[in-house]
Nanobody
């Protein structure tokens, strides 16, 4: 079966950094866009970042210039480097694989564009 496993979450102080990893198995996704979402307690899941197979990226305004998405197709893994973390970044972070393979920064923000999801990794940022 297809499986996405996130790792790298934890507790950090405001201003600190974390790098999240998402390892996919069951099939390769080198031709798919991949994304990161997050969900804080009591709030809806929101888009964070996405990267297409050709290297194009797209970020939510709230994380632009602080977070960087990257991928290693040979390892079937996508990463999220998070810098200058703030308490508002506290959430469960999920990676996902999109069904679309073309650049569309509108569609890629929608959860229903993604077919596969990981179970999430917790990120806590203290003041």
């Amino acid at each position: 079966q297809v499986q996405l496993v996130e790792s790298g979450g934890g507790l950090v102080q405001a201003g600190g950094s974390l790098r999240l990893s998402c390892a996919a198995s069951g099939r390769t996704f080198s031709s798919n866009a991949m994304g990161w979402f997050r969900q804080a307690p009591g709030k809806e899941r929101e888009f964070v970042a996405a990267m297409w197979s050709g290297g194009s990226t797209y970020y939510a305004d709230s994380v632009l210039a602080r977070f960087t998405i990257s991928r290693d197709n040979a390892k079937n893994t996508v990463y999220l480097q998070m810098n200058s973390l703030q308490p508002e970044d506290t959430a469960v972070y999920y990676c996902a694989v999109a069904r679309n393979t073309y650049y569309d920064p509108v569609r890629i923000r929608r959860m229903n564009e993604y077919d596969y999801w990981g179970q999430g990794t917790q990120v806590n940022v203290s003041s």
